[in-house]
């Protein structure tokens, strides 16, 4: 029993930011296209929004009002905030994925950082443009 607390307390009381696999992707953001990028983004925005439907109508549900304790709808309300405040997210940066805000500062291009240039996607390591 004394394990079991000292894990509950240490939840409670100390911020871990959780591994996030989308975080990860996104941090190789200028390995895609930016169309694709757009739209990935948007679709993900959709979702999360779709997500935070379907908890807005089990929070609105008697499930939820009758046969559970009311502290799972109140973690119900932070999935909810959480998608939300995500998809508000995923529809800014989409927007200024679209404007060509350049994703690297100059000092960093040609250091090993290959972005993907819409008119000239790489291909087996060569530029399509390339004259031979």
């Given amino acids: ?7 509950l307390r240490d939840q409670w009381w100390q911020l871990r930011t959780p591994t996030d696999p989308f975080a990860a992707a996104f941090s190789f953001l200028p390995a895609m296209p ?27 549900s008697d499930w939820i009002r009758t046969s559970k304790p009311v502290h799972v709808a109140w973690l119900f309300e932070l999935w909810q ?4 405040a995500e ?31 819409d008119a000239r996607r790489p291909s087996n390591g060569t530029d399509e443009t390339d004259e031979k």
Wanted: with cysteine.
């Fill in 1 to 7: 029993m004394d394990e079991f607390e000292t894990l």
């Fill in 34 to 60: 930016r169309d694709e990028a757009v739209a990935a983004l948007r679709n993900r925005a959709r979702l999360l929004r779709a997500a935070s439907a379907s908890m807005a109508a089990s929070l609105e």
């Fill in 81 to 84: 905030s959480r998608a939300d």
């Fill in 87 to 117: 998809a508000t997210w995923c529809d800014r940066i989409a927007e200024r994925v679209e404007s060509g805000i350049p994703y690297l500062p100059e000092g960093l291009a040609g250091q090993g950082w290959a972005v993907v240039d």
